[in-house]
């Protein structure tokens, strides 16, 4: 029933957008509803930020989109069979991580996502805050369901920064780069991170939840504290309003491609085009994984896309997870 509403409101809307003007009686009849019926979804439409004006003479006229990240505005610019063909929606919500969680474990398709404007409960990696004002960034969650082995999950976060690392370049005149293991950064300054969770037994992952946070058009006064000085979004960047929704289209078009090929032909197939974008290979580092306080030069990563840190005395530790600073790019000093 409400994937039924969903797809009528988008008709609407479609026809909408490509008539000047229409009547509510024949939008009736091309959709064999009742003029009621088109009323009510006209008005969740304006509802939902539509600006749509009607008189009696000339019907129901198109003015405006909406800004929020709707299901029917981003369904239309999906190239994808499987990633955001079901979308679940929410205005203010407290962690998109924890409904997807929930939806994965009842069952949920590979692709859904999970989208909110604003989040209360908002989290990064190692449990830090997520700050997420309304409007202002991407906030969504993507379940997936990969045969893999637990120990592979590492490459999912490196996927996903490849893919939207590519869907920035698309539509921004920005360069992106991205730090072991998930952040995306902006002249070194991170504007989005990446999560990955997941529900596994010995031998193979039973699903993965893959969270994306992206400040987008979020000014500096609302980065959290500890990110001041060393956050960033793209209207910080580039002085103007990104579409949220383009950016949406673009990262999950190009999520699955890279997605597929990786199943296809294993990680070496991506590797290449990720160190097109990593900054953290080559640097000097130091990082903070647990109880330990590892610096050297950050040699490679594995096969598993686990970094590979060389010290000074030539000890070369696998870091599986941590927090890594960058002490010098060029790795020299």
């Not at 997420?132 to 369901?145: K, V, W």
Request: proline residues 4%; hydrophobic residues 40%; aromatic residues 6%.
């Amino acid at each position: 029933m409400i994937i039924k509403i969903f797809r009528m409101r988008e008709l609407i809307l479609n026809i909408l957008q490509q008539e000047k003007h229409i009547s509510g009686e024949n939008l009736g009849k091309r959709l064999n509803i009742s003029r009621t019926a088109v009323w009510k979804h006209i008005n969740e439409l304006r509802r939902r930020g539509y600006k749509i004006e009607s008189s009696p003479r000339s019907g129901y006229s198109f003015i405006k989109n909406t800004s929020l990240l709707l299901p029917e505005e981003i369904s239309p610019g999906l190239q994808t069979s499987v990633m955001g063909k079901h979308i679940k929606y929410y205005r203010e919500i407290s962690s998109t991580q924890d409904i997807a969680a929930r939806m994965a474990h009842e069952g949920a398709a590979e692709g859904t996502i999970v989208i909110a404007e604003t989040q209360s409960k908002g989290r990064g990696r190692m449990g830090r805050q997520w700050v997420s004002p309304f409007e202002g960034g991407i906030y969504l969650s993507l379940i997936l369901r990969p045969k893999l082995l637990p120990s592979q999950i590492m490459q999912i976060p490196l996927i996903a920064g490849l893919a939207l690392a590519r869907a920035i370049t698309h539509i921004l005149p920005l360069q992106p780069a991205i730090k072991w293991p998930n952040d995306i950064t902006i002249g070194r300054k991170k504007v989005a991170g990446i999560l990955t969770e997941m529900s596994s037994e010995i031998d193979g992952v039973n699903y993965i939840i893959l969270g994306v946070g992206i400040n987008v058009n979020t000014p500096a006064t609302l980065l959290a504290e500890q990110t001041a000085g060393i956050g960033t979004s793209f209207i910080g960047e580039c002085g103007k309003y990104t579409s949220r929704v383009r950016l949406v289209q673009s990262f999950l078009n190009e999520f699955e491609l890279i997605y597929q090929k990786y199943l296809d032909s294993g990680f070496g197939s991506i590797r290449k085009d990720w160190q097109v974008y990593d900054t953290t290979i080559g640097a000097r580092v130091r990082v903070k994984s647990g109880n330990r306080n590892i610096e050297g030069r950050a040699i490679d990563i594995d096969d598993n896309g686990f970094l590979l840190v060389k010290t000074d005395k030539g000890s070369i530790n696998r870091i599986i997870n941590g927090d890594v600073f960058i002490i010098d790019p060029a790795g020299l000093n």
